[in-house]
């Protein structure tokens, strides 16, 4: 499977964060199907927000599995990808901190409380990853509307955390089970 224009993620990617008209609604994760000609969503999850994002990997997992099951059973070759839509707060790390401020930065993003910090920005995002392991990503700031989209070929110089290892490892799973290219 050669990969697809990077364009066309990229659109499906803006298109994704522009149907995310409100605030503070369900996050979502979504697969992704190729048909030669269109990309679309197939299974949609609405992730209820008493899910903690630490079982966010767990929810990608058995929604990817079972789809990608479901596709080799019916002899199907479509699952390209996936997308996961958050609400987040985002902190930019300190630059030189002192121990202090490291400590207090490292205990926030911990105990998950970025949204209590002054320097917080309310953002929502759209991560997507596909099975030739690149990834969009499509950024609004809730306070002054910004939108920024961003391309990462590879891992280099992507974003990372738990969440981002769920969708890569979805992804990864879908090239080697669907696919066979890994």
């Known amino acids: 499977m050669n990969p697809i224009d990077q364009s066309i993620l990229a659109d499906y990617a803006a298109r994704l964060l522009d149907t995310r008209t409100d ?55 479509t699952l390209y990808g996936y997308a996961l839509i958050v609400e987040a707060h985002s902190v930019k790390e300190p630059a030189d901190p002192s121990p202090e401020e490291a400590a207090r ?22 991560h997507l990853v596909d099975i030739h392991d690149r990834m969009w990503v499509a950024t609004r700031e809730r306070a002054s509307g910004k939108v920024e989209h961003h391309f990462y070929p590879d891992k280099d110089g992507a974003p990372g955390g738990p969440l981002i290892a769920g969708l890569r490892m979805a992804a990864y799973a879908t090239a080697s089970i669907v696919w066979g290219i890994r």
């Open 105 to 126: 930065f490292t205990r926030d993003r911990i105990e998950r409380r970025f949204h209590e910090r002054p320097d917080a920005v309310e953002i929502a995002g759209v």
């Open 23 to 77: 605030w503070d609604i369900p996050h979502e994760f979504h697969t992704l199907h190729w048909d030669g000609e269109r990309l679309r969503t197939g299974t949609l999850t609405m992730i209820d927000p008493s899910v903690p994002p630490s079982a966010y990997p767990h929810l990608m997992a058995s929604t990817s599995g079972k789809e990608a099951a479901e596709q080799c059973k019916a002899g199907e070759r």
